[in-house]
């Protein structure tokens, strides 16, 4: 696809099929992701990722219950308890592939950076033929002391993007764009 397709129609996907993705593809995925712009090129990022729809399943669950009793601990709005108390509501959406992208620090501008990197990962998922979704719900429980020691992940790095990927069932249409608001500077 041209640059400019790829950014079109790259879409938060929430449905996919039961094919798997395998580590070649994640690697050329982040190999992309690494290739964002960094501040003073510290390249802050780093990549766990979980494959095979069972195991994400069970921390989808897992994380879903956190976030149900840590619902007023958190900074998401209460009006969202209704979503995650639905029984059907799978919190990474029975995706086969989970690429969570950390910051090595806290420092100035890694999480932005960390934000670049996912971009770049999703774009290249799309122009790919995957889907991806960005999945903050799953950020807090994700970033906890307790998850990341289990996932054996550096208690210091911080979690920033929980993204999932598959193959999508179907793309889904363009919910559209507002006109940008610009302010010409003089």
Known sequence: ?????????????????DAG?????????IGAAILAPSA??????????LLGRERIESYAKRAK????????????DPSIRHMLEDPQFALFHHAPALVIVLAKSSGTQAA?????????????ARNEG???????????????????????????????????LGHPKVWPDSHGR?????HWLR
């Open 1 to 17: 696809m041209e640059l400019m397709d790829v950014i079109r129609n790259r879409r938060a996907v929430r449905d996919f099929t």
């Open 21 to 29: 993705i395998d580590r070649a593809t994640i690697e050329h995925l």
């Open 40 to 49: 003073m090129n510290l390249q802050p990022w780093a990549f766990a990722v």
């Open 65 to 76: 219950e956190w976030l149900l009793a840590s619902l007023s601990q958190t900074s998401y």
């Open 112 to 124: 932005e950076d960390c934000c670049l990197a996912a971009e770049n990962l999703m774009l290249a």
């Open 130 to 164: 995957l889907g991806s979704c960005w999945i903050g719900f799953a950020r807090p429980w994700l970033d906890l002391a307790a998850t990341k020691t289990e996932l054996k992940l550096p208690e210091h790095y911080h979690v920033v993007a929980p993204i999932i």
């Open 178 to 182: 507002k006109p940008a608001e610009i």
